[in-house]
């Protein structure tokens, strides 16, 4: 395929870049994979394999791996939006799975790390890339090494930056910035022992966002965010503000303490929110490194399981000579936009962490009268109907009923079929674009 050593070298071997690195040797490709960290490790994390993430690992065959190492699923959520307003729902079906998980990140990168390797990837752990190489403006490979041994040169066809926000890669090749907005919440979660839950559970509290769900070890995650705003106050008590947070959430904070803290509290402020051009001659990104946006919407992960496969297939039919690498780069890009964009600008919303208005309250007390659009609404949230798709004047309209809309336009919304007029749902998202 490439003249190189490899036909493509991935900088960074967890979930985007392990999950790209074994859907390319899977095809046949030459793949080396490094990573500055040995696995098992952890990392910040959203945390949350939506229902389409589980759906990718499933029909590659490897969600097996995660149930067994006793992740446990999840397929009702509890949504309370504060005032006595709460849903209970369960999620949609997609691609024949109905359940999300919360896996701890020290299991799902170790299993994408084994499963690339089975596929026949070379991966190298505790290797740091210092430069890219070229030869005038297209990527040749990298330079770079483990600690205590000589710096070594590796070429390919193709250098994938999966190296996450701060990418390398990306830095290097100068990738454009585009979408950017600041950040607007910071996160902080830690794991429970003896806080035991049996669904997922959402709260929303003015300038609040909390999540609570079980992960591995019989621990559960429990997540706050706050507007960034806050940061510089919250520092010097950043676990009592996050444990007055869970005090806002009904019985939560009592629950909580009641447990006890198993790990350190983690909090970033490191929340940007941006795309990157994801390619160029002899370079494209993948997860983070192309695309990163805020934690309050737990799309990580799934993202970048879904950057994975779109990448692979372009790679694999660039390389392969059904059509030029780089016309398979341009469709690629074009392809992840059209996916995550609704999702971006839906995050974008949710970290606004914005107050309930009365004309969302009624929408959404609308919305838990039933139990379809409940889980509908859900869906939404989990990313198996992109919520561009939901959140819609013609969702209104079945949910409310004309009358109503002509109440809300009529109080200066606009009147768009494409969009809720003005509606925020439980703080949640803002629905108008």
């Known amino acids: 395929m490439g003249a190189g050593r490899y036909d493509v070298i991935v900088v960074g071997a967890r979930i985007a870049g392990a999950a790209t690195a074994m859907l390319l040797a899977r095809q046949g490709v030459r793949v080396l994979a490094v990573d500055r960290a040995s696995f098992p490790s952890d990392t910040i994390s959203s945390h949350q394999l939506q229902v389409p993430g589980a759906a990718r690992l499933h029909q590659w065959g490897l969600l097996g791996r995660l149930t067994a190492a006793g992740t446990p699923p999840v397929r009702r959520v509890r949504f309370d939006a504060g005032g006595g307003l709460v849903m209970d729902g369960r999620f949609p079906a997609c691609a024949g799975v109905d359940v999300l998980f919360s896996p701890r990140r020290t299991l799902l990168d170790s299993i994408l790390v084994n499963a690339a390797r089975e596929a026949g990837a070379e991966v190298r752990e505790n290797f740091r890339v210092t430069q890219l190489t070229s030869s005038g403006d297209r990527v040749t490979g990298i330079r770079g090494g483990t600690r ?68 591995n070890d019989d ?57 990157r051009w994801p390619h160029g001659p002899g370079w494209a990104l993948a997860g983070d490194a192309g695309v990163v946006m805020d934690s309050v919407s737990a799309q990580g992960m799934t993202s970048a399981l879904r950057d994975a496969d779109y990448l692979s297939a372009a790679v694999i039919a660039g390389l392969g000579g059904s059509r030029p690498l780089d016309a398979a780069l341009r469709d690629h890009h074009r392809r992840r936009d059209q996916a995550i964009r609704g999702m971006y600008e839906f995050t974008l919303r949710l970290a606004a962490l914005s107050p309930v208005t009365s004309r969302e309250r009624r929408f959404l007390a609308a919305v838990a009268t039933d139990q379809r659009e409940t889980d509908r609404f859900l869906g939404a949230f989990a990313g198996i109907v992109p919520p561009e798709r939901y959140f819609t004047l013609a969702t209104a309209l079945r949910i409310l009923g004309s009358r109503t809309i002509r109440d809300l336009t009529a109080a200066g919304a606009p009147s768009s079929r494409r969009a809720l007029p003005q509606a925020k749902v439980a703080g949640w998202l803002r629905c108008g674009r």
């Open 219 to 275: 621990l559960t995650m429990v997540y706050v965010a706050a507007p960034m705003s806050e940061f510089a106050s919250a520092r010097a008590d950043l676990e009592g503000h996050y444990l007055r947070a869970l005090d806002l959430c009904g019985d939560l904070g009592e629950r909580v303490r009641g447990g006890s803290r198993a790990e350190r509290l983690r909090t970033t402020p490191d929340q940007p929110n941006m795309f």
């Open 148 to 215: 205590g041994r000589p710096v070594v040169t590796e070429t390919a066809s193709l250098v994938i930056g999966a190296d996450g926000k701060r990418s390398l890669v990306a830095g290097a090749v100068g990738a454009r910035r585009y979408h950017e907005r600041a950040a607007r919440s910071f996160a902080s979660y830690s794991y429970w022992a003896g806080v035991p839950v049996s669904t997922g559970e959402l709260y929303q509290r003015p300038g609040r966002a909390v999540a609570v769900f079980p992960t």
